[in-house]
């Protein structure tokens, strides 16, 4: 079970987030690279200079040096000196990077310089994130929340070039923080509203919600509790959730039981009857009848091993 913290480092803890290899890629003169598409989370910061992205059935988006972006369920795209008329058209960028090697990458010149990396999560959590998340993130220099970005970025650029002993294990703690950095920068330009329950993080009063049915997912909620527990009415309340999570409070907290449930089936940690009393059901039968409302089958045909 996961010790309470707060919701967003209960949910990346969850998904088991791991962060991929990390390089610079330096670029001058005409160049055009295109990146497979992956079935995670990537990102990439422009250091120096400027470039386009090119994302499927979108028109070019130009880049600027402190320009941050993050790709949920990455799609393919191309990075380029100009605008690109077709992804097809650019070179494929796997066969110049070779991770095995070297993570500092030179096409032509320097100058364009941009680092970029990734995330991979269990797949079967994963959504919780990138379901939250617009396929494109960009966080513009001109953001007052850039400047804490580019601190972290400036210390990955030295890392990455440095050879310094341990640089592996610092470049992967530096991409991790960078996340919850462009997470947060994400929620600032975009607003409450627009962020989904990441959004309603940063609500002063939702937020507060959240994080109480987090520090206590075993307990007999309401709504009428939650909304006394924030100061509101129960139906500003539930309008307000609603409105900033996506789905009314008590489905939020089913659902993130369900997310607890699932993975401790999987690592085998406890028996169904004692999920059912940790995450706060008066049964067993009540907790399999939450269990396939949420995920189509009961945990013991969910998960063959469960006791």
Same mark, same amino acid.
């Given at each position: 079970?996961?010790?309470?913290?707060?919701?967003?480092?209960?949910?990346?803890?969850?998904?088991?987030?791991?962060?991929?290899?990390?390089?610079?890629?330096?670029?001058?003169?005409?160049?055009?690279?295109?990146?497979?598409?992956?079935?995670? *989370?990537?990102?990439?910061?422009?250091?120096?200079?400027?470039?386009?992205?090119?994302?499927?059935?979108?028109?070019?988006?130009?880049?600027?040096? #402190?320009?941050?972006?993050? *790709?949920?369920?990455?799609?393919?795209?191309?990075?380029?000196?100009?605008?690109?008329?077709?992804?097809?058209?650019?070179?494929?960028?796997?066969?110049?990077?070779?991770?095995?090697?070297?993570?500092?990458?030179?096409?032509? #010149?320097?100058?364009?310089?941009?680092?970029?990396? @990734?995330?991979?999560?269990?797949?079967?959590?994963?959504?919780?994130? $990138?379901?939250? +998340?617009?396929?494109?993130?960009?966080?513009?220099?001109?953001?007052?929340?850039?400047?804490?970005?580019? #601190?972290?970025?400036? /210390? $990955?650029?030295?890392? +990455? #070039?440095?050879?310094? &002993?341990?640089?592996?294990?610092?470049?992967?703690?530096?991409?991790?923080? *960078? $996340?919850?950095?462009? +997470?947060?920068?994400? %929620?600032? %330009?975009?607003?409450?509203?627009?962020?989904?329950? /990441?959004?309603?993080?940063?609500?002063?009063?939702?937020?507060?919600?959240?994080?109480?049915?987090?520090?206590?997912?075993?307990?007999?909620?309401?709504?009428?509790?939650?909304?006394?527990? %924030?100061?509101?009415?129960?139906?500003?309340?539930? $309008?307000?959730?609603?409105?900033?999570? @996506?789905?009314?409070?008590?489905?939020?907290?089913?659902?993130?039981? &369900?997310?607890?449930?699932?993975?401790?089936?999987?690592?085998?940690?406890?028996? %169904?009857?004692? +999920?059912?009393?940790?995450?706060?059901?008066?049964?067993?039968?009540?907790?399999?009848?939450?269990?396939?409302?949420?995920?189509?089958?009961?945990?013991?045909?969910?998960?063959?091993?469960?006791?």
């Amino acid at each position: 079970m996961l010790a309470a913290t707060d919701p967003l480092s209960d949910v990346l803890s969850l998904i088991d987030l791991h962060s991929a290899a990390t390089a610079r890629l330096e670029a001058g003169g005409k160049w055009a690279l295109r990146f497979p598409a992956k079935p995670y *989370l990537k990102f990439n910061a422009v250091l120096r200079g400027t470039c386009w992205i090119t994302l499927p059935g979108e028109r070019p988006f130009r880049l600027e040096a #402190g320009d941050t972006f993050l *790709l949920a369920d990455a799609p393919p795209f191309v990075l380029s000196d100009a605008p690109c008329d077709a992804i097809a058209d650019a070179e494929d960028a796997s066969l110049l990077f070779d991770h095995s090697r070297s993570n500092v990458y030179r096409y032509g #010149g320097d100058d364009t310089v941009a680092i970029g990396g @990734g995330f991979v999560f269990e797949d079967g959590n994963a959504r919780l994130l $990138l379901d939250a +998340l617009p396929t494109f993130v960009h966080v513009p220099a001109a953001a007052p929340e850039a400047a804490v970005l580019r #601190g972290t970025l400036q /210390i $990955l650029d030295a890392e +990455l #070039g440095g050879h310094r &002993m341990g640089a592996s294990l610092v470049t992967r703690r530096l991409a991790d923080v *960078l $996340l919850v950095q462009a +997470l947060r920068a994400h %929620v600032a %330009v975009r607003g409450t509203e627009g962020a989904g329950w /990441i959004g309603a993080l940063d609500d002063r009063r939702i937020g507060s919600a959240l994080h109480q049915m987090h520090r206590d997912v075993g307990r007999d909620w309401t709504v009428g509790a939650l909304a006394a527990a %924030v100061g509101m009415s129960r139906s500003g309340f539930a $309008l307000r959730f609603r409105t900033l999570v @996506g789905v009314p409070p008590l489905d939020y907290l089913t659902r993130w039981r &369900m997310q607890i449930a699932r993975e401790a089936l999987r690592r085998d940690e406890t028996s %169904v009857a004692g +999920l059912a009393l940790a995450l706060g059901y008066a049964s067993e039968s009540a907790f399999a009848a939450a269990f396939k409302r949420v995920f189509g089958r009961p945990p013991k045909r969910y998960w063959p091993k469960a006791r």
